[in-house]
């Protein structure tokens, strides 16, 4: 098919790591025609849009990039231990020239929808340019974080300040020098950009409804030994992210909390503490995330270590999370976050107990009648979270059906990659693949290789389509549910469950199966010729 008639072979939607990495492998190394349409007026998905203050990426910058490309892993060098925003956006830029990807993205065109052809076996993909192109293949690389929440707060447009959302933070930033601004949320996002926006502001007013487990993210510059080893450990470092728990160089301890004393306990979390980062989280015991007793052993070394930071009892109380075990809600890595609330011009408002009732055209006013008076407000309220993106385009399968529909109990999809009668339909890093569980570069080169690899195989039978049958995608669903079924994760108000949108359904929406099998079992399904799908060939139908 070709490029200039509306009809092309594949049609990627996204240009961020996903969409970027998809053009490549299809259209570099395997000759198919592609239109990516990109939202944005440039590359780098999430970190297009989130450019607030303090935006940099919580994974370590040497596993927070491509691998597929030994040249391309050595060439780029990271600043600091994690990347900042404009470091990752450059990298993906990088990575566009460096493959020639920009000349098949439209940039600023959001596709409105896609539209299954059971007669032809092709998607017919709009756009809100009016554009409209006849295609094989769909697949979102949407992300899972794109769709940003705004709660409806009674009377939010009569605010007569500046409003922000950190999802979508204007290009050319804030000066909140010498302002009064208020922040709702408490969340990744928020945990980065407090510290900086409590630099200029002349009062900041923080709004929490739930206080995070928050860790020391410990930033700076990497030792030149420690760069030059890695550098030296492509081929290792590779393969030990790709068959690991969560897509870092991280294990799960063997030995359990629960056997363990306090001084052990001690002993194990602190240096985790102090090197900062998700090894205390996700290279740490593994009873934590079953068993709520070992849990409560974590939970008190990281409460001590909020009131050794804050030095009001009170705020200290306040920050430390009630309710929930540690380690089901993602948590924020910070640079001074609790350090900022010693500072007397930083106020903590606990809006569990008095809940936002309005915004009123001077700021915030609470259900007990407590006002507050802003010059800027800046939402920090996260996402409507991996089945958001795509419940935004009208996604319509055999007989008209729309994923939204489908999904309206909670995603249903055949290892977070397919769903059945949306034939050719591909979904990276989708809900019920391990996707915002792992270090997602990780999981998208996964993804795109093996989107790339059912594509190429249906191209060499000359198979018109591809899909999942019913009882495997039920099968997987079911799947999904009792793997976290014995965890703790699904006792907190996350949204991992859905449950920071009013009105989502309460679905644990990633997969636990983790990074290295739930790679394994993909690689089997394909190795069984492609078990738990049909595919059909041209003029059959499914
Ligand atoms: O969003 P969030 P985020 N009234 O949903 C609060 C990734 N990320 O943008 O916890 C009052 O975590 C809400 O309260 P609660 C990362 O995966 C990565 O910060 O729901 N408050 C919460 O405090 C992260 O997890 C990186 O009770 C309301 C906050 O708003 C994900 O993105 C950096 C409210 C939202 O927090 C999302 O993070 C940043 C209401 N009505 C983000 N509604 C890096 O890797 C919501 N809230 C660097």
Redesign the pocket.
């Known amino acids: 098919m070709a490029d200039d008639t509306g009809t092309v072979d594949a049609v990627v939607i996204g240009a961020g790591f996903s969409g970027l990495y998809m053009l490549h492998k299809l259209r570099n190394q395997m000759g198919l025609t592609v239109r990516v349409f990109e939202a944005g007026g440039g590359v780098g998905g999430?970190w297009y849009w989130?450019r607030y203050p303090g935006?940099?990426?919580?994974?370590d910058s040497y596993v927070y990039g491509f691998t597929f490309d030994e040249e391309l892993w050595r060439e780029w060098e990271w600043s600091e231990r994690?990347p900042e925003q404009h470091e990752i956006r450059a990298y993906l830029e990088h990575v566009a020239d460096r493959f020639d990807l920009t000349r098949s993205i439209t940039f600023d065109t959001r596709v409105t929808g896609a539209t299954f052809d059971e007669a032809a076996n092709t998607w017919t993909v709009t756009t809100d340019t009016g554009e409209t192109v006849v295609t094989r293949y769909v697949i979102t690389a949407v992300g899972a974080?794109s769709s940003s929440?705004t709660?409806p707060?009674p009377g939010i447009d009569s605010f007569a300040g500046e409003t922000f959302h950190?999802?979508l933070w204007p290009h050319e930033g804030v000066d909140f020098t010498g302002k009064r601004v208020g922040i709702?949320?408490?969340?990744?996002?928020?945990?980065?950009a407090i510290p900086l926006i409590a630099k200029e502001a002349s009062d900041l007013t923080v709004?929490?409804?739930?206080a995070?487990y928050i860790i020391p993210a410990n930033n700076g510059p990497v030792p030149d030994e420690v760069k030059k080893a890695r550098l030296d450990d492509y081929e290792g470092i590779r393969e030990r992210i790709q068959n690991s728990y969560f897509g870092f160089e991280l294990n799960l301890l063997e030995s359990n909390a629960a056997d363990a004393t306090d001084e052990e306990i001690y002993e194990t979390l602190k240096p985790r503490w102090d090197e900062g980062g998700f090894g205390i989280w996700l290279g740490s015991y593994v009873d934590i995330f079953f068993d709520d007793d070992a849990n409560a052993k974590v939970r008190n070394f990281l409460h001590d270590r909020i009131r050794e930071k804050v030095q009001d009892p009170a705020t200290a109380e306040l920050l430390t999370p009630k309710g929930y075990p540690f380690g089901v809600?993602?948590n924020?890595?910070d640079s001074g976050y609790f350090e900022t609330f010693n500072e007397p011009h930083v106020h903590l408002v606990d809006?569990?107990s008095d809940?936002?009732a309005e915004i009123t055209p001077t700021g915030v006013r609470l259900e007990s009648g407590a006002e507050f008076a802003f010059d800027a407000i800046v939402?920090?309220?996260?996402?409507d979270?991996m089945t958001g993106p795509m419940n935004k385009i009208d996604i319509r399968g055999r007989g008209g059906e729309l994923l939204r529909d489908k999904w309206v109990e909670g995603p249903r999809t055949y290892l977070g990659l397919t769903s059945a009668g949306f034939p050719n339909l591909f979904t990276i890093t989708g809900p019920q693949s391990p996707s915002?569980l792992s270090n997602m570069p990780v999981s998208i080169e996964q993804h795109v290789d093996l989107v790339a690899r059912i594509i190429g195989d249906l191209r060499e039978r000359a198979a018109a389509t591809i899909e999942p049958t019913r009882e495997a995608e039920d099968a997987w669903v079911q799947h999904c549910q009792d793997v976290v079924a014995p965890t703790l994760f699904q006792q907190a108000?996350?949204?991992y469950m859905g449950?920071?949108i009013p009105g989502k359904p309460r679905v644990f929406m990633p997969n636990l199966d983790f990074v290295g099998p739930y790679r394994a079992k993909c690689d089997e399904v394909v190795a069984n010729d492609y078990e738990g799908f049909t595919i059909t060939r041209e003029g059959a139908s499914a």
């Open positions: 999430t989130n935006a940099r990426s919580d994974s994690y974080l929440n709660p707060f950190t999802g709702i949320g408490t969340g990744a996002s928020a945990v980065q709004f929490q409804r739930t995070n809600k993602r924020p890595l809006v569990k809940p936002i939402y920090a309220t996260g996402f979270a915002v108000d996350t949204w449950a920071n």
